[in-house]
């Protein structure tokens, strides 16, 4: 385990953390009003590769020389001057800082990170981190890479949990779950909705999915994995019998059908790695999927009548009623896909950018 430390004075900001991918929601803006809940896992830290945050500069004033360096292949609004590698933890792992009052943003529900660091080590004053805790962002805080330092503590790097035994673990992300709004009458209020993560994370396969379709129809299994990609594929790319067919695989599994040419893997929640196959199946396309999500799809739980000893007579079941289904059909993160298309290098074709310039106006449409 690690503890970052103040690159000043060298005391300790957070409690001992490990190591893990960086969540695909992190950077996630969902809905509006809305109270998401902490990004990170208590005791859990991950770092992001890419620079984001203030300072923003404008598409127009960006250097051609310099978006092919950071792996950008098409116009995005603004790119982000921050300095890449920031840490991302839970603000309650958090200790020797203090907030700068006159830096809380230009939100009115919250800390927003838009006046850049907005946290100083509290004995020296440098700052080193922002915290974020505004209305439809993930709430976290995110250590400044220059300010801070990482100390190895007990002189052990913990090895990454094997698949198996993230199997055996069987931690599934639910597809829907109350959130929570601002608007109640009486304070705060709920609603019961697809998952915000399922949601950023269906925004991210599925610009895998649209590379990996080469331009054609994809087809996706039935079920909750339909309904999460079938409805925008159909959208996106045209119609036709002749197409591309994708399929689950994973650890756990059965290997695919030798006819299916892309298929829904697991990212190890720890390394990052993308689970790779052997076999034929090795030549399909991969699309990544957080394992959370993935072992929802892979490994449906049955909803089954279940008996309640002491309360009903022998023989009979308690026949509950299930979870409530979403009032409107599934939506990926737009913003999400985006982000991920415009890294993609395949979106420099002109079948693909046409997709990517038309996101926006999809997403009036609802299909995001």
Known sequence: MYVFVCGRCGIHLTVPV????????AHQKYGNGIQLPVLMESGTFAVDPQPWGPPWRRWEEVDPDEVAARGIHAPVHALSDGVA????????????????PD??????????G??????????CGLPVATRIDYCSLWQAVWLAPNAVRRLLVDGVVTAPLAWE??????????PFEPVATWGGRLGTSHFWSWSPQWEAAAGLALAHLLVASHGGPVTVPGGLTGEVFQRALDALLPAGSAGRHAALAGPGMAAPDTGVDIILVPVHPQTGQTWTPAGPAARADPVPLPLGMWLSLAFPQPYLPMGTPGALP???LRDDPQPPHPHHLFRADWRTSQNTLVRLPAVRDPWLREILDDLTSRRRTRLF
Do not use: F
């Open 165 to 174: 035994e993230l199997l055996a673990q069987g931690k599934r992300t639910p």
């Open 314 to 316: 022998d023989g009979v």
């Open 85 to 100: 590698g920031a840490i991302v933890v839970a603000p309650g792992d958090v200790r020797g800082t203090r907030l700068i």
């Open 114 to 123: 838009a006046d850049g660091p907005n946290t100083v080590c509290e004995t």
């Open 18 to 25: 490990s190591e893990v991918a960086l969540p695909t929601h």
């Open 103 to 112: 830096k809380s943003g230009s939100g009115c529900c919250g800390l927003d």
